[in-house]
């Protein structure tokens, strides 16, 4: 028998034992139809992971229970916005579609006063606020919030659920989409599951990986990859009170969930399902490459963690439509495609551009850029890429080595020339950043600092060099404005819009100091707020550049909202026959062009104009300095760090 007629008998005999008479006439309606749809592919994912255990069938009753559930608690306004959704469901790839993730307590403190930041969000033009993990928490070190005691709760510190739904509310009001974090991967020892495991309850210690020795742990810790060697080695903490080793792949209270068993499941399901009903238009799918453990493997990336992303999928198609899903798989660019699909994660990352316009901004040279863009750049139709310079993390340099390989660039070597460059350990760096996660057996390490200190301002603004200061905006404005014009949603990270500096203050915080991570978790006050938005003026040359960045990064934004090539358009990666410059076409079904032309030296970069024939016209605009440019035949110049933008006229 097929898994379709299978999943069809199941389904009948499911909904013949679901009482469903607790849901209004319509959304009875509208489940059954939406299980009819979706439950044969929920069916045969939920059967591919768990169908060889005897009570396989018994947790699939049961999450269908929990999904008629959620949608019960659905609010109509959000049923409403489903509707909606259903009908554009392209809505990411608009061109007004503009990112920012900030911390609550960075930027509010607390959720009620983000009420008052709206105008600033809409100043720049943010129709997407990624707000960070804002749940209940361990106090002291909860890894920035990503250690989550309880999803229905909000760190009292910061609101409540209520505050944070009447947010979300007033946000849409504003069309601006709020976006949460799922993490999935673990919760933190301080959890219910947590600590009834601790309690040595049987039931919830089958929720994590717990192991009485180190027999098991030892074999899986051969191909394991250590995330956190700062704090920790390898991948297991032995818990003093039931004595046993637990799975922990990030910190020590950061206890990863099992997913081998359909308990876990269908609990997370419930706890997404919750986020989803606050109103979330997406949620951040953190550390997803890590959900599946397999002997013998890296427990990265694995088929199975696929899968079951795929049925989390269908049970927010069956729920919550309108609510899509971003990876944050922060892996080898080829694992990092393997989880966009509309099936699965309709928005990722793109650490690999991110990481490599770092190199670029390095070496001068776009060769490494160019290639992998070529090889990685395209994805569905029907998804998007989150394109970004900086996040509340480090940089890690996830570029493929086979490509590097091929241009004669040895990646080992080349990613200690990138750590070393970017801690300000090179001579002649223009960068301020700080080590992170150093790995004592291997040497790897990754980067951390905020976007002005990794452009050179710090740096400039010490030594009041204005020539290095002006350097450092530029190269600021020369990546955002890539992430700005490439396709997918731009994502900024709030506080580099103003351009703060690095705060090393979390050195004297006995919470945070082992975590380099804080240095680019900076606060933006109310000053800079006040400044950014022209109601004060500044005062001294670091508000100077600051406001310089906060203008120019708004006024690239507001470019790229007023034309439609920036939307819903395809992405080209050129040859420029220069190879300090970067290029790429974007192209319309209306027949529309876009040619970006970025040069990343400090120097004056000549292109011929044949790369303008991509454009099929006889001139073009520079969307960025409205001047025209004509195709004749002396060579196109491009000023230090200079980005062009030019639409076929
Ligand atoms: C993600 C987060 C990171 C966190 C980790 C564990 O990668 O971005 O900040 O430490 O997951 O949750
Ligand atoms: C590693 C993980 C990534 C995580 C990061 C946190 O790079 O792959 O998921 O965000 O560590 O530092």
């Not at 990092?336 to 490599?356: H, T, W």
Request: hydrophobic share 40%; aromatic share 12%.
């Amino acid at each position: 028998m097929s898994y379709a007629a299978d999943s069809g008998v199941c389904l009948d005999r499911i909904l013949a034992s679901t009482d469903l008479s607790g849901l209004s006439k319509k959304d009875a309606t509208t489940f059954t139809r939406r299980l009819k749809e979706h439950f044969p592919r929920l069916f045969d994912k939920y059967t591919y992971v768990y169908g060889h255990q005897y009570d396989c069938y018994f947790h699939l009753q049961k999450l269908v229970e929990i999904l008629r559930d959620g949608l019960k608690s659905r609010k109509p306004a959000l049923k409403k916005l489903d509707n909606e959704r259903l009908k554009n469901p392209l809505w990411y790839r608009d061109e007004q579609q503009v990112g920012m993730a900030c911390y609550v307590d960075l930027m509010g403190p607390t959720l009620n006063d983000l009420h008052d930041k709206i105008p600033y969000f809409k100043s720049l033009g943010v129709t997407y606020v990624h707000l960070m993990p804002l749940y209940d928490a361990p106090k002291g070190d909860s890894d920035g919030g990503y250690a989550v005691s309880d999803y229905r709760k909000v760190n009292p510190t910061l609101g409540t659920v209520k505050d944070l739904e009447k947010l979300a509310s007033a946000l849409q009001k504003e069309g601006i989409n709020l976006i949460l974090d799922f993490v999935f991967n673990h919760t933190s020892d301080e959890h219910a599951w947590a600590k009834a495991a601790l309690a040595g309850e049987k039931q919830f210690q089958d929720y994590y990986y717990l192991f009485d020795d180190r027999t098991i742990p030892d074999q899986y810790e051969h191909t394991l990859r250590e995330i956190f060697p700062q704090v920790r080695r390898g991948s297991f903490t032995f818990n003093e009170q039931i004595e046993k080793w637990v799975w922990t792949t990030f910190n020590s209270f950061q206890w990863d969930l099992n997913y081998s068993n359909p308990a876990v499941f269908n609990a997370i399901t419930s706890e997404m399902l919750f986020l989803a009903n606050i109103g979330s238009a997406a949620l951040r799918l953190d550390a997803l490459a890590f959900i599946w453990k397999e002997l013998g493997t890296n427990c990265e990336n694995q088929e199975k963690a696929h899968v079951l992303i795929q049925a989390f999928n269908c049970c927010l198609q069956i729920v919550a439509p309108a609510v899509v899903f971003k990876s944050e798989a922060i892996v080898h660019p080829d694992e990092v495609l393997k989880y966009i699909d509309k099936d699965e994660c309709q928005l990722s990352y793109n650490p690999l551009l991110m990481a490599l316009l770092w190199n670029s901004l390095a070496t001068r040279k776009t060769r490494l850029l160019t290639r992998s863009m070529k090889k990685s750049f395209s994805i569905s139709e029907n998804c998007t890429w989150v394109n970004y310079v900086r996040c509340h993390d480090d940089i890690g340099w996830t570029f493929d080595d086979a490509v590097a390989n091929e241009l004669g660039i040895n990646a080992f070597d080349h990613r200690h020339f990138l750590n070393q460059f970017y801690t300000g350990r090179f001579e002649g760096s223009f960068a301020n950043g700080v080590p992170f996660a150093e790995n004592p057996s291997n040497g790897d390490c990754r980067v951390c600092g905020s976007l002005a200190s990794l452009c050179g301002l710090e740096g400039a603004l010490k030594s009041n060099d204005s020539k290095g200061i002006d350097d450092a905006v530029k190269r600021m404005m020369l990546l955002y404005g890539i992430t700005f014009s490439i396709g997918g949603i731009p994502l900024l990270y709030s506080s580099d819009e103003v351009g703060k500096l690095n705060d090393y203050s979390y050195r004297f915080d006995d919470t945070k100091k082992h975590d380099d991570r804080w240095v680019n978790r900076i606060a933006v006050t109310r000053a800079d707020t006040e400044l950014a938005l022209g109601n004060t003026s500044p005062a001294n040359p670091t508000e100077t550049a600051s406001l310089r960045v906060f203008n120019g990064l708004r006024k690239m934004i507001a470019i790229r909202k007023q034309n439609a090539i920036f939307g819903q358009s395809s992405t080209q990666i050129l040859d420029a026959d220069n190879h300090h410059c970067f290029a790429f076409l974007r192209e319309n079904t209306q027949g529309h062009k876009l040619l970006v032309i970025c040069n990343f030296s400090e120097h004056v970069q000549t292109i011929q104009r044949s790369l303008l024939a991509t454009l099929k016209g006889a001139s073009s605009r520079d969307l960025l300095t409205d001047e025209t440019v004509e195709m004749n035949a002396s060579p196109l110049l491009l000023e230090p760090f200079q980005q062009m933008w030019l639409l076929a006229d």
